[in-house]
């Protein structure tokens, strides 16, 4: 019998697949801790918080911390005379799924020394929380949020922590973590519903409602369906 020929949707339908490492590894090399003044300084005034460190891409050095110690630690790298990282130019997250760590990710700079660092905070799947940055650096806010709707990481003492891309009363959890389904984990249908009984007044601005037409109504349960050229 001849096999089956497969689109290039068949992998939608089969779902996530796991990947073939069991492992993740740290990437890039290990690297010198001393040909960094943050490393080497990190590693001194916290030897107890400094899990592991490498260089990626050649000079980009990789430093993680325990998340218990996150504040403690960023705090001393944005105030210390010899540190002084005054600008924050992102915090975001990896999943490698299959149960594995969530690491929080922070990318900084020093407009002073001129030199940047990324810091690394792993989070065991059942403790998704971390302290909140928002108040070391204020751009931290909504990245932070951006964190919390797509990883579902909490971020503690962050002064307005919701959603910022997808809706307050979206249910269907956090769409960049490795086990939520590519299609979503409610039907189309069910999709389709929830997004027509959204209270419109939520999500527009009055003058932009008065611009639009009619709402679309939900249809009634095995009526026919309508293109937009009026044929069924």
Known sequence: MTAKKKSGLDAVDDGPQASDATEVGQGGSSGDPNAHVSVKGLIE????????????AG??????VDPTRSMEILTWLKDDASQLYD????????DYGGGRPVNVVYQMFSTTHKHSLRVRCELPLDVMEIASVANLWKCADWLEREVYDLFGVNFVGHPDLRRILMPQDYAEGHPLRKDFPLRGRFSRAEQT???LNQEVDRFYVPDLLEHAGEPQEVPEVGAHATDVGGNT
């Open 193 to 195: 519903r929830r997004a």
């Open 59 to 64: 000079d980009q050095h990789v430093v993680w």
């Open 45 to 56: 005034k916290f030897p107890d918080a400094v899990v592991r460190h490498c260089v990626n």
């Open 87 to 94: 600008m924050m130019t992102d915090v975001t997250a990896i």
